[in-house]
Protein backbone atom coordinates (compact mmCIF):
# COMPACT_ATOMS: atom_id res chain seq x y z
CA UNK A 1 0.00 0.00 0.00
CA UNK A 2 0.90 3.58 -0.02
CA UNK A 3 3.02 5.01 2.75
CA UNK A 4 4.25 8.32 3.32
CA UNK A 5 8.21 8.39 5.54
CA UNK A 6 9.23 11.77 6.86
CA UNK A 7 12.48 12.93 9.07
CA UNK A 8 12.19 12.35 12.18
CA UNK A 9 11.60 15.94 14.81
CA UNK A 10 11.71 17.16 16.18
CA UNK A 11 13.71 20.20 14.15
CA UNK A 12 14.90 23.36 15.95
CA UNK A 13 16.35 26.25 14.27
CA UNK A 14 17.71 29.90 14.65
CA UNK A 15 15.45 32.35 12.96
CA UNK A 16 16.47 33.17 9.94
CA UNK A 17 18.10 29.16 8.86
CA UNK A 18 17.98 27.37 6.33
CA UNK A 19 15.15 24.68 6.52
CA UNK A 20 15.02 21.21 4.83
CA UNK A 21 12.43 18.75 6.27
CA UNK A 22 12.77 15.27 4.39
CA UNK A 23 9.89 13.57 2.91
CA UNK A 24 9.52 9.66 0.46
CA UNK A 25 6.68 8.40 -0.79
CA UNK A 26 5.79 4.56 -2.17
CA UNK A 27 2.87 4.78 -3.68
CA UNK A 28 1.84 2.27 -6.76
CA UNK A 29 -0.31 4.85 -9.15
CA UNK A 30 1.01 8.47 -10.17
CA UNK A 31 0.00 10.15 -6.91
CA UNK A 32 -0.14 13.64 -6.06
CA UNK A 33 1.59 15.31 -3.09
CA UNK A 34 1.13 18.25 -0.46
CA UNK A 35 2.66 19.51 2.84
CA UNK A 36 0.44 20.74 5.23
CA UNK A 37 0.97 22.74 8.20
CA UNK A 38 -0.52 22.36 11.80
CA UNK A 39 -0.43 25.37 14.24
CA UNK A 40 -0.64 24.78 17.83
CA UNK A 41 -4.16 24.25 19.06
CA UNK A 42 -5.56 24.12 15.17
CA UNK A 43 -6.69 21.77 12.24
CA UNK A 44 -4.25 21.31 9.68
CA UNK A 45 -4.12 23.82 6.63
CA UNK A 46 -2.65 23.18 2.83
CA UNK A 47 1.15 24.97 2.72
CA UNK A 48 1.42 23.81 -1.03
CA UNK A 49 1.24 20.87 -3.62
CA UNK A 50 2.57 19.40 -7.23
CA UNK A 51 0.55 17.06 -9.09
CA UNK A 52 3.18 15.46 -11.63
CA UNK A 53 7.00 14.75 -11.71
CA UNK A 54 8.95 17.65 -11.71
CA UNK A 55 6.29 19.95 -10.39
CA UNK A 56 7.58 22.81 -7.46
CA UNK A 57 5.22 23.69 -4.60
CA UNK A 58 5.18 27.05 -3.00
CA UNK A 59 3.95 29.07 -0.74
CA UNK A 60 5.02 31.91 1.64
CA UNK A 61 8.73 31.03 1.03
CA UNK A 62 8.27 27.43 1.06
CA UNK A 63 9.58 25.20 -1.69
CA UNK A 64 9.18 21.54 -2.72
CA UNK A 65 9.83 19.55 -5.55
CA UNK A 66 8.10 16.49 -7.00
CA UNK A 67 11.04 13.80 -7.54
CA UNK A 68 9.59 11.05 -9.31
CA UNK A 69 13.22 9.28 -10.14
CA UNK A 70 13.88 9.38 -5.69
CA UNK A 71 10.30 9.57 -4.58
CA UNK A 72 10.68 12.11 -2.74
CA UNK A 73 8.92 15.89 -2.11
CA UNK A 74 11.45 17.27 0.13
CA UNK A 75 9.95 21.14 1.95
CA UNK A 76 13.12 23.94 1.68
CA UNK A 77 12.55 27.49 3.19
CA UNK A 78 15.66 29.75 2.70
CA UNK A 79 15.12 31.93 6.04
CA UNK A 80 12.63 30.70 8.84
CA UNK A 81 10.46 32.57 11.22
CA UNK A 82 9.72 32.10 14.57
CA UNK A 83 5.93 32.20 13.18
CA UNK A 84 7.08 29.07 11.00
CA UNK A 85 6.80 27.31 14.36
CA UNK A 86 4.23 24.36 13.67
CA UNK A 87 4.14 20.62 12.73
CA UNK A 88 4.70 19.76 9.21
CA UNK A 89 2.51 16.80 7.60
CA UNK A 90 3.61 15.25 3.96
CA UNK A 91 1.11 13.80 1.89
CA UNK A 92 0.20 11.93 -0.89
CA UNK A 93 -3.23 11.24 -2.85
CA UNK A 94 -3.52 8.49 -4.90
CA UNK A 95 -6.53 6.01 -6.92
CA UNK A 96 -8.18 4.08 -4.36
CA UNK A 97 -9.77 1.28 -6.02
CA UNK A 98 -9.75 3.03 -9.70
CA UNK A 99 -12.66 5.39 -8.79
CA UNK A 100 -11.76 7.33 -5.99
CA UNK A 101 -8.68 8.89 -3.98
CA UNK A 102 -7.19 8.54 -0.62
CA UNK A 103 -4.78 10.82 1.26
CA UNK A 104 -2.03 9.34 3.11
CA UNK A 105 -0.02 10.86 5.69
CA UNK A 106 3.36 11.06 7.30
CA UNK A 107 3.45 11.19 11.05
CA UNK A 108 4.42 15.16 11.36
CA UNK A 109 7.35 16.82 12.11
CA UNK A 110 7.33 19.25 14.86
CA UNK A 111 9.40 22.70 13.85
CA UNK A 112 10.75 24.96 16.65
CA UNK A 113 12.30 28.21 14.88
CA UNK A 114 14.28 30.50 18.36
CA UNK A 115 14.74 34.19 18.27
CA UNK B 1 -16.13 31.16 0.77
CA UNK B 2 -16.42 29.64 4.43
CA UNK B 3 -13.98 27.14 5.59
CA UNK B 4 -14.87 23.70 7.57
CA UNK B 5 -16.33 23.87 10.66
CA UNK B 6 -16.59 21.27 13.66
CA UNK B 7 -19.00 21.47 16.43
CA UNK B 8 -18.54 21.20 19.22
CA UNK B 9 -14.67 22.74 19.63
CA UNK B 10 -14.24 20.62 23.04
CA UNK B 11 -15.99 18.14 24.85
CA UNK B 12 -15.29 16.08 28.02
CA UNK B 13 -17.38 12.56 28.46
CA UNK B 14 -17.02 9.52 30.52
CA UNK B 15 -15.92 6.18 29.78
CA UNK B 16 -18.52 3.74 28.72
CA UNK B 17 -20.78 7.36 27.27
CA UNK B 18 -21.40 8.02 23.63
CA UNK B 19 -20.84 11.05 21.79
CA UNK B 20 -21.68 12.64 18.28
CA UNK B 21 -19.45 15.34 16.54
CA UNK B 22 -20.58 17.23 13.74
CA UNK B 23 -18.47 18.68 10.54
CA UNK B 24 -20.24 21.20 7.86
CA UNK B 25 -17.87 20.84 4.94
CA UNK B 26 -16.96 23.99 2.10
CA UNK B 27 -19.95 24.73 0.24
CA UNK B 28 -19.64 22.65 -3.25
CA UNK B 29 -17.65 19.75 -1.56
CA UNK B 30 -19.19 16.48 -1.65
CA UNK B 31 -16.42 14.44 0.22
CA UNK B 32 -15.71 14.29 3.77
CA UNK B 33 -13.05 12.82 5.67
CA UNK B 34 -12.55 12.30 9.45
CA UNK B 35 -9.21 11.47 11.11
CA UNK B 36 -7.79 10.52 14.54
CA UNK B 37 -4.81 12.80 15.93
CA UNK B 38 -3.26 11.39 19.01
CA UNK B 39 0.32 12.10 20.38
CA UNK B 40 1.29 8.46 20.28
CA UNK B 41 -0.02 7.36 16.50
CA UNK B 42 -0.24 10.61 14.90
CA UNK B 43 -2.94 11.44 12.19
CA UNK B 44 -5.40 8.35 11.63
CA UNK B 45 -7.85 7.94 8.95
CA UNK B 46 -11.15 7.18 10.39
CA UNK B 47 -13.52 6.91 7.22
CA UNK B 48 -14.60 8.94 4.45
CA UNK B 49 -17.76 9.91 2.88
CA UNK B 50 -19.11 11.04 -0.37
CA UNK B 51 -22.85 11.51 -1.68
CA UNK B 52 -24.01 10.36 1.55
CA UNK B 53 -22.02 6.79 1.00
CA UNK B 54 -19.17 5.81 3.09
CA UNK B 55 -15.99 5.15 0.06
CA UNK B 56 -13.42 4.36 2.26
CA UNK B 57 -12.85 3.13 5.91
CA UNK B 58 -9.57 3.43 8.24
CA UNK B 59 -8.80 0.12 10.52
CA UNK B 60 -10.92 1.37 13.68
CA UNK B 61 -13.45 -0.65 15.71
CA UNK B 62 -17.08 -0.90 14.90
CA UNK B 63 -17.66 1.74 17.75
CA UNK B 64 -16.68 4.64 15.28
CA UNK B 65 -19.07 4.77 12.74
CA UNK B 66 -20.50 7.76 10.61
CA UNK B 67 -22.98 9.48 8.51
CA UNK B 68 -23.56 11.83 5.59
CA UNK B 69 -26.29 13.95 4.94
CA UNK B 70 -27.83 15.52 1.82
CA UNK B 71 -26.28 18.52 1.74
CA UNK B 72 -22.80 17.14 2.80
CA UNK B 73 -22.86 17.37 6.16
CA UNK B 74 -21.30 14.77 8.27
CA UNK B 75 -21.34 13.33 11.86
CA UNK B 76 -19.35 10.59 13.70
CA UNK B 77 -20.56 8.95 16.57
CA UNK B 78 -17.87 6.62 18.98
CA UNK B 79 -20.12 3.97 21.21
CA UNK B 80 -18.68 2.75 24.31
CA UNK B 81 -15.93 5.74 25.25
CA UNK B 82 -12.77 4.33 26.01
CA UNK B 83 -9.68 6.27 28.27
CA UNK B 84 -7.90 6.07 24.59
CA UNK B 85 -9.95 7.77 22.30
CA UNK B 86 -9.26 10.46 23.63
CA UNK B 87 -7.97 12.82 20.73
CA UNK B 88 -8.13 15.57 18.54
CA UNK B 89 -10.39 14.72 15.54
CA UNK B 90 -10.37 16.38 12.39
CA UNK B 91 -13.42 16.89 9.66
CA UNK B 92 -11.96 17.49 5.84
CA UNK B 93 -13.46 18.21 3.04
CA UNK B 94 -12.55 17.97 -0.56
CA UNK B 95 -13.53 18.70 -3.87
CA UNK B 96 -11.91 16.26 -6.50
CA UNK B 97 -10.89 17.51 -9.50
CA UNK B 98 -8.44 16.32 -12.20
CA UNK B 99 -6.89 14.16 -9.63
CA UNK B 100 -5.19 16.63 -7.59
CA UNK B 101 -7.34 15.54 -4.14
CA UNK B 102 -6.52 17.91 -1.61
CA UNK B 103 -8.43 18.54 1.42
CA UNK B 104 -9.49 21.24 3.73
CA UNK B 105 -9.40 20.57 7.57
CA UNK B 106 -11.65 21.77 10.18
CA UNK B 107 -10.10 23.20 13.18
CA UNK B 108 -10.75 20.01 15.34
CA UNK B 109 -13.08 18.29 17.91
CA UNK B 110 -10.67 17.78 20.62
CA UNK B 111 -12.45 15.29 22.98
CA UNK B 112 -11.37 13.74 26.73
CA UNK B 113 -12.42 11.09 27.79
CA UNK B 114 -12.43 10.42 31.98
Known amino acids: GNSVTQMEGPVTLSEEAFLTINCTYT??????LFWYVQYPGEGLQLLLK?????DKGSNKGFEATYRKETTSFHLEKGSVQVSDSAVYFC??????????????FGKGTLLTVNP | KAGVTQTPRYLIKTRGQQVTLSCSPI?????VSWYQQTPGQGLQFLFE???????NKGNFPGRFSGRQFSNSRSEMNVSTLELGDSALYLC?????????????FGPGTRLTVT
Open chain 2, 49 to 55: YFSETQR
Open chain 1, 50 to 54: ATKAD
Open chain 2, 92 to 104: ASSLERGGSYEQY
Open chain 1, 91 to 104: ALSDLVGGSNYKLT
Open chain 1, 27 to 32: ATGYPS
Open chain 2, 27 to 31: SGHRS
